[in-house]
């Protein structure tokens, strides 16, 4: 809890002046209201009693208490209004520096973490959690806590006094209003934390539900995930219902029976005391007293409210806390330098999970420049190897090496800087065609895009569009088919000129007229470079150099097609059953 804290505040560091004048302000403001009550109490008692009692009217003292009653509630609003100003734009701007933070650490993390968790969850923590340390932080704790207090105790200072019996009476609402706020806290705390967890449910099923939609259509599951989020969604508003209840009856109800209970009690206490002769009472220190217990209720009202603040903001710090500490990948080690793109697998094993091996004894060589496929059915390794390759994981046991260097004991950019992968359904980002093959690299012209898509044969896109290769694309690039998709990541990884290149499935799901154009530009891409490709189809991969045929992890077959066919092994199997699909 107490790290959180630090951290929490930790932020306000490069804010310090904001943060002093905004506190500064609103304590001046809730130190200067407090006289007010003691302005009212002289014009009652040194202006109307008199009045009433000799019929002359002191306008003079009574216009001047007046000007000093406006001027403080002036100087007050003025006080609060710069104030919360301020630090509401750093509460913006440290969340902002949060979210920044945030999003640069989550591109730093490992492939592996995003594993298991829920994606929706990532943006839960980024967004939501962050705007509840806004509202709830960084302005109501900070900016009401200071003021409530010197509320709080400037009340009980004062009453103490103009009446040191008085004061000390109302230590007795102390334990009251502890016991009140460990109530409220405790059961806030509960059902806020349950509406944090719904709330990330709901982000993470809608999330869900917006990336699965064509599935969810095609199998008409609607009705089912429906009810499943009406579910989540029906525990997110019991939960709030329940809170709402009360923070209603809590904070409201018992503040205001409290607060008109003291009040009765101090005007009983009072007037036994006037009538028994032991004080004297004026209708001004009447009215004090009543208006000073009012002013008492307001901030302690406010500080119920804040410790449950507090703890949202710690629930919501410690989760964005630890996803900030999540390790982010070691980019240690030597610079690697891929000068010839040869690749060697030497007896590799790997498993995601350390006790569940997935490949086994992994041992090939591809020479600079040649093309190897990757088959073999659904979960026998592929994509694993190629994980490998691109150092989202390590290996348990062998070693990798590019031109001779063990990746191991290089840093996963330089390793990456000349390598280039194009998935089967290919992610296009928002923006435009062009920033989708520079991936906003500034030294990438608008010639090179354009040659570079000439080159892989996707020109034809451009005269579809006014804009050219400055035409938008929204929405993941829904508006562009798989295949030219595919042609605009061929076009990105040509610019990039990578020395070592991977083709994930890059033919499977195309009509066969865009297949031809696709091979085309993939011959295009295997120019002059190593290339590992995983393709579904056979025929796509007869004038690879290299085959790698894997089953259940293992490399068992290893040739080129002609030397596989004349095996009859599992290849030649396989290459029948889809001649015979045809
Ligand atoms: N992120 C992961 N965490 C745990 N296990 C995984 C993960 N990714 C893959 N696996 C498992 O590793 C094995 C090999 O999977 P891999 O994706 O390499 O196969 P593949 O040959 O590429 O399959 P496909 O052709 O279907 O893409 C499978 O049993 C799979 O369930």
Redesign the pocket.
């Known amino acids: 809890m107490l790290p959180t804290i630090k951290r929490l505040f930790g932020y306000l560091k490069n804010h310090k002046p904001t943060f002093l004048l905004g506190t500064g302000l609103l304590m001046s403001a809730a130190f200067l209201e407090l006289t007010t009550p003691l302005l009212a109490k002289r014009s009652l008692d040194e202006v109307m009693t008199p009045a009433f009692q000799t019929g002359k009217l002191n306008l003079e003292l009574l216009l001047m208490l007046l000007a000093a009653y406006l001027g403080i509630n002036l100087i007050g609003s003025l006080f609060r209004y710069i104030s919360i100003l301020n630090l509401r734009k750093m509460a913006n701007r440290i969340v902002k520096e949060m979210r920044d933070d945030l999003f640069n650490h989550m591109h730093q993390l490992p492939?592996?973490y995003f594993?298991q968790i829920p994606a929706g969850k990532i943006v839960a923590r980024i967004t939501n959690d962050t705007e509840v340390l806004r509202s709830n932080f960084y302005v109501n704790v900070l900016s009401n806590m200071l003021s409530n207090l010197i509320s709080i105790i400037g009340v009980f200072i004062a009453i103490t006094l103009l009446n040191p019996y008085l004061g000390a009476a109302l230590l007795v609402l102390i334990p009251i209003l502890l016991l009140w706020q460990r109530f409220y806290t405790k059961y806030a705390n509960r059902y806020n934390l349950d509406i944090r967890e719904y709330t990330s449910q709901i982000s993470g099923q809608l999330n869900e539900f917006v990336q699965g939609m064509p599935v969810i259509q095609a199998f008409q599951k609607e009705g089912q995930l429906l009810q499943e989020f009406k579910e989540t969604v029906g525990k997110w508003h019991a939960a709030g219902k329940k809170y709402v209840f009360l923070d209603s009856a809590v904070a409201w109800g018992f503040a205001n029976v409290l607060r008109n209970g003291t009040i009765l009690a101090v005007i009983i206490a009072l007037s036994s005391l006037f009538l028994d002769g032991r004080m004297t009472l004026s209708a001004g220190l009447l009215y004090v007293f009543i208006d000073y217990i009012n002013r008492l209720f307001d901030p302690i009202d406010g500080m119920i409210q804040i410790f449950a603040n507090i703890q949202q903001s710690l629930a919501a710090g410690q989760r964005i806390f630890a996803f900030a500490d999540e390790p982010i990948e070691d980019q240690s080690g030597k610079e690697l330098t891929i000068t010839q793109g040869a690749v060697a697998f030497h007896e590799v094993s790997f498993?995601?999970?350390p006790d569940?091996e997935?490949?086994h004894q992994i041992t090939f060589a591809a020479a600079p420049g040649e093309t190897v496929a990757?088959v073999?059915?659904?979960?026998?390794?592929?994509?694993?190897?190629?994980?490998l390759l691109f150092r989202f994981?390590d290996p348990q046991a062998g070693t990798i090496t590019i031109d001779g260097q063990v990746i191991k004991d290089c840093n996963r950019h330089s390793l990456r800087k000349d390598m280039a992968i194009v998935l089967?359904d290919p992610y296009l980002f928002t923006g435009t065609i062009a920033s989708n093959i520079t991936m906003g690299q500034a030294d990438i012209d608008d010639e090179q895009v354009i040659a570079a898509l000439e080159k892989v044969g996707a020109a034809y896109l451009l005269e579809r569009y006014p804009e050219g290769i400055h035409h938008p694309v929204v929405e993941k690039g829904n508006e562009f088919s798989s295949g030219e998709r595919q042609l605009i990541s061929f076009a990105r990884a040509l610019v990039f000129d990578p020395k070592i290149l991977i083709l994930?499935?890059a033919t499977s799901h195309v009509d066969t007229e865009t297949e031809a154009i696709i091979q085309k530009a993939m011959e295009v891409l295997q120019e002059g470079r190593t290339t590992f490709m995983?393709a579904?189809r056979l025929s796509t991969i007869k004038e690879a150099q290299q085959i790698l045929v894997?089953d259940k992890?293992a490399i068992k077959e290893q040739g080129t097609h002609e030397t596989l066919l004349q095996k009859e092994g599992i290849y030649h199997q396989m290459y029948r059953m889809q001649a015979e699909q045809l």
């Open positions: 492939i592996s594993d498993g995601y999970l569940q997935v490949l990757l073999g059915h659904t979960g026998s390794g592929k994509s694993s190897i190629l994980n994981y089967q994930d499935e995983i579904h894997l992890g």
